[in-house]
């Protein structure tokens, strides 16, 4: 039974470029989150999507935007990345919008230069 | 964004040593959450905590839900090797799809004693 799963692992940008991020849930969930993990810092949240529509938002800009598809599958898209966009992408599955119990993915690394 | 208060953000341990670690916030959480993450990994779930003075175990882990709501703690009896990681706790303001997003502290990083 797969897990999570992240595409790209690792990547390279530069400033202003943009990035697509894609994950896969855990077969059987149909909830996805995305968080962004700094280096030494705790997962922040950014959005979450339910029903192919973003159910919640975090503190993040509107260069945050990102998609579901009727599999469940979601992408993350950042526009005109800034250096301080290098994080960590997690996305985490769940069976339903309002569960806890959350199922990690490895991440994608983006580094911004 | 908003950050619980975990400590201590470092600690290095000795085999068979226990370890204790803890989580306060100044909102009130329905839920409370204890990950690990370890280096390439994503966090995973250790215990999940529902009600204000529950104490829940798992193997060699206790964590308890703390009766204010607003702070929790873990405890690992009798560390080994493989407990070295990053441990975080995570609070869940509310119940259902409307508050659905967890809250995580910067994480507690255990390390093996030179």
């Known amino acids: 039974d797969a897990g999570v799963t992240q595409s790209p692992t690792h990547l390279i940008k530069t400033r202003g470029q943009q990035v697509t991020l894609r994950c896969s849930p855990k077969s059987g969930h149909d909830t996805v989150s995305w968080y962004q993990q700094a280096l030494g810092q705790g997962p922040q949240f950014i959005f979450q999507y339910y029903e192919e529509e973003e159910r919640q938002r975090g503190n993040f800009p509107d260069r945050f935007s990102g998609h579901q598809f009727p599999n469940y599958s979601s992408e993350l898209n950042v526009n005109a990345l800034l250096l301080g966009d290098s994080a960590l992408y997690l996305c985490?599955?769940?069976?339903?919008?309002?569960?806890?119990?959350?199922?990690f993915g490895a991440g994608s690394r983006l580094t911004v230069l | 964004g908003q950050q619980l208060n975990q400590s201590p953000q470092s600690m290095f341990i000795q085999e068979g040593e226990d370890v204790s670690m803890n989580c306060t916030s100044s909102s009130i959480f329905n839920t409370w959450l204890w990950y690990k993450q370890d280096p390439g990994e994503g966090p995973v779930l250790l215990i999940a905590l529902y009600k204000a003075g529950e104490l829940t175990s798992n193997g060699r882990l206790t964590a308890q839900f703390g009766i204010t709501r607003k702070d929790s703690f873990l405890n690992i009896s009798a560390s080994i090797p493989s407990d070295v990681g990053i441990y975080f706790c995570a609070g869940q303001l509310g119940y259902g799809g409307s508050q659905g997003n967890l809250i995580f502290g910067k994480g507690t990083k255990l390390s093996v004693k030179p």
């Open positions: 985490a599955s769940s069976l339903g919008a309002g569960a806890n119990v959350l199922t």
